[in-house]
């Protein structure tokens, strides 16, 4: 089993469609957990952290599920700035590395 | 208040030759990482540098290595270029704690022919 497993994507999603994605992870260890954008030829742009069972920002929402070991993020009203390749990432708690899926590719149709 | 830095934005270098590509963490943070990223690929973890020691290794040969400097700056070297070795080399810079979270530079698009 893969560290970290992404749908493997891509989604094409209309305006103001509602777009989620799932990531598991392997390591039952693993304390925090991360959501990253990145554009085409670009770096990639933290997004948003998760550390207990979830957060919200905006149109964004992230939640965690221990158990399970998986960590999606939910786009509402998905715009189209919004497409982009987004990047889940996991760290243990005594690792100092971030272990990353291989990005779930959005383009937001107009 | 400066991000993350890297330089050169792009390098073509030919097989068998030697690289060095150069990181400044974004300010206040102490601790630099290096990712390489292949196309299509999520970032790969190359090392992490703090206090000017490597704290941990991804699976990468000895051919990489690194260093980091008194004022947290960092270099990534690469020896024995191989036609594999062209990807986007990531630098993320965080501040050492316990959540990691990690920022990146804008990468060092390398070929190698």
New interface residues.
């Given amino acids: 089993r893969k560290e970290?497993e992404q749908d493997p994507g891509p989604f094409n999603v209309p305006e103001g469609a509602t777009v989620a994605f799932n990531c598991t992870y392997s390591n039952s260890a693993s304390?925090?957990f991360?959501w990253?954008r990145q554009d085409c030829?670009?770096?990639?742009?933290?997004l948003m952290?998760v550390?207990s069972s979830g957060n919200e920002d905006g149109r964004f929402t992230a939640q965690l599920n221990r158990a399970s070991q998986y960590i999606s993020l939910l786009i509402r009203d998905s715009k189209l700035s919004d497409s982009a390749t987004y990047?889940c990432?996991v760290?243990g708690?005594s690792?100092?590395?971030?272990?990353?899926?291989?990005?779930t590719l959005l383009t937001v149709n107009p | 208040d400066a991000g993350v830095t890297q330089s050169p934005t792009h390098l073509i270098k030919t097989r068998g030759q030697q690289v060095t590509l150069r990181c400044s963490p974004k300010s206040g943070h102490d601790t630099v990482s290096w990712y390489q990223q292949a196309l299509g690929q999520g970032p790969q973890f190359i090392f992490q540098y703090y206090e000017e020691e490597e704290r941990q290794r991804g699976n990468f040969p000895d051919r990489f290595s690194g260093h980091q400097f008194p004022n947290y700056s960092s270099e990534l070297n690469v020896n024995a270029l191989l036609l594999g070795d062209s990807a986007l080399y990531l630098c993320a810079s965080s501040l050492d704690s316990y959540y990691n979270e990690q920022f990146f530079g804008p990468g060092t698009r390398l070929t190698v022919l």
């Fill in positions: 970290v304390q925090s991360f990253y030829r670009k770096e990639p742009k933290l952290s550390y990047l990432a760290n708690g690792n100092y590395k971030l272990t990353f899926g291989k990005g």
